[in-house]
């Protein structure tokens, strides 16, 4: 269950961070994350379509795809998830860099719906958005990259967003120490201001 804004960070008994923040390398805070598109894929396909056959429920992936305008971003993830990519063989868009029908289908997911949620600062869903889909596709990006968002996940999903210069001076300090250690003492900054 995705946190509620306001919850307070929890510790993952599986790899000893906050839930989330172990992925794509823990595979319970793995599982934590593609839980949160896979919870609102189910809850939008129970509702439009009810019970549906794995057959029937790519062909409705395919329509989401095909309209991502039109869906909440978790939506057209979780119908991504379900579709094979024609060149590397792995789940549509979440493929090797430089692949070319997974990055088409990384970048056109940007198009689909994102809604803040009552109580947390614009842009927050973005920000989830954004970090949810480099961890689930964590070798399209640089280690230090992919730690930054990974170790933000769980403050977004609770409510925070950094601001641009907490941001910018969280950036420079992991460039000078790209460690987890540091990263996680960045977050229980953040958190500690919120």
């Known amino acids: 269950m995705r946190p509620s804004v306001g919850d307070t960070l929890r510790t993952c008994p599986a790899c000893g961070g906050y839930e989330y923040s172990g992925a794509p390398g823990c595979?319970?805070?793995?599982?934590?994350?593609?839980?949160?598109?896979?919870?609102?894929?189910?809850?939008?396909?129970?509702?439009?379509?009810g019970t549906l056959s794995p057959d029937d429920e790519r062909s409705v992936a395919g329509m989401?795809?095909?309209?991502?305008?039109?869906?909440?971003?978790?939506?057209?993830?979780?119908?991504?998830?379900?579709?094979?990519?024609?060149?590397?063989g792995g789940r549509l868009s979440r493929g090797p860099a430089g692949c070319g029908p997974c990055d088409f289908a990384n970048g056109f997911r940007y198009v689909a719906i994102e809604v803040d949620r009552p109580g947390v600062p614009p842009g927050n869903e973005h920000a989830i958005r954004v970090n949810v889909s480099v961890v689930r596709r964590p070798h399209a990006l640089s280690a230090r990259?992919?730690?930054?968002?990974?170790v933000l996940l769980?403050?977004?999903?609770v409510g925070y967003l950094p601001t641009t210069e907490e941001a910018q001076r969280a950036s420079a300090l992991l460039r000078d120490n790209p460690?987890?250690?540091?990263?996680?003492?960045?977050?229980?900054?953040?958190v500690s201001r919120g």
């Open 27 to 49: 595979p319970r805070c793995t599982q934590l994350v593609d839980d949160i598109v896979e919870e609102r894929w189910r809850d939008w396909l129970g509702r439009e379509f």
């Open 64 to 88: 989401v795809v095909g309209e991502p305008d039109r869906h909440d971003w978790r939506v057209v993830d979780a119908a991504y998830d379900r579709l094979t990519c024609p060149e590397c």
């Open 145 to 150: 990259e992919l730690l930054v968002r990974r």
């Open 154 to 157: 769980p403050a977004l999903l």
């Open 179 to 190: 460690t987890y250690e540091t990263a996680v003492r960045l977050l229980d900054a953040l």
